[in-house]
């Protein structure tokens, strides 16, 4: 694989995990909502993603959500982050296992980012 197409995954799978630190539905939902390869099963699949993601935008404003950073909200984050920077990996046919690990510590940045903020 190209060194420039190995940059362009981490540095997605990057971006994927940092947006998991903020929103864990993020980590796979905005990879899923990228999809250009439709069907009438992902289609399912992009309304879950969807509701997913306006479920928890909900859930983070309500009171009684707990902080970003306690387990298990920290652990949906990093698998997120992960999962997303997996599926971004695979859409274009590289290695997966190092964007799962650059997606994982980027939700955990992200998470203690978007915590600071």
Do not use: K, Y
């Not at 796979?28 to 997913?52: F, T, W």
Request: charged letters at 15%.
């Amino acid at each position: 694989m190209p060194w420039s197409r190995s940059l362009d995954v981490a540095t997605r799978a990057l971006l994927i995990g940092s947006a998991a630190g903020a929103r864990a539905s993020f980590g796979v939902g905005v990879p899923i909502l990228l999809d250009n390869r439709r069907s009438e099963r992902s289609n399912q699949v992009l309304i879950g993603a969807v509701a997913g993601m306006l479920g928890e935008m909900v859930w983070d404003q309500l009171p009684n959500c707990p902080s970003r950073l306690e387990w298990p909200g920290l652990a949906s984050r990093i698998a997120t982050g992960a999962g997303g920077a997996l599926i971004v990996a695979r859409s274009v046919r590289a290695p997966s296992a190092v964007p799962a690990m650059i997606g994982a510590i980027g939700a955990l940045g992200g998470a203690i980012a978007g915590f600071r903020w």
